[in-house]
């Protein structure tokens, strides 16, 4: 059975970072691609960041260049490095694994892919 696991939520102040973790059980990381997504209260789930598994990226439009996401396979993590956070990034931030991996980056903008869920991690972010 695999199991996402996430860590390094946290509070901060509004232009600081902070590095999520996601750790994954399992021996299908490798080929799996890895998402992170966020949700605020009253709203659904938004895609944040996707990874394959060749290692391409995709990410939604307020994030690009100030998030990166990453993988290690020998150490089946997925990361997602935030800096310059702003208060509207506060959220739950949850990381999804897709057993099918290797398709094109765009394909995992979407929760369809996705067959597995961590059970989230709270970013808040100071004014």
């Known amino acids: 059975q695999v199991q996402l696991v996430e860590s390094g939520g946290g509070l901060v102040q509004a232009g600081g970072s902070l590095r999520l973790s996601c750790a994954v059980s399992g021996r299908t990381f490798s080929s799996a691609a890895m998402g992170w997504f966020c949700q605020v209260p009253g709203k659904g789930r938004e895609f944040v960041a996707a990874i394959t598994s060749g290692g391409s990226t995709t990410y939604v439009d307020s994030v690009k260049g100030r998030f990166i996401i990453s993988r290690d396979n020998a150490k089946n993590t997925v990361y997602l490095q935030m800096n310059s956070l702003k208060p509207e990034d506060t959220a739950v931030y949850y990381c999804?694994?897709?057993?099918?991996?290797?398709?094109?980056?765009?394909?995992?903008?979407?929760?369809?892919?996705?067959?597995?869920w961590g059970q989230g991690t709270q970013v808040t972010v100071s004014s």
């Open positions: 999804a694994a897709a057993p099918i991996g290797y398709l094109s980056a765009p394909s995992y903008r979407g929760s369809n892919p996705y067959k597995h």
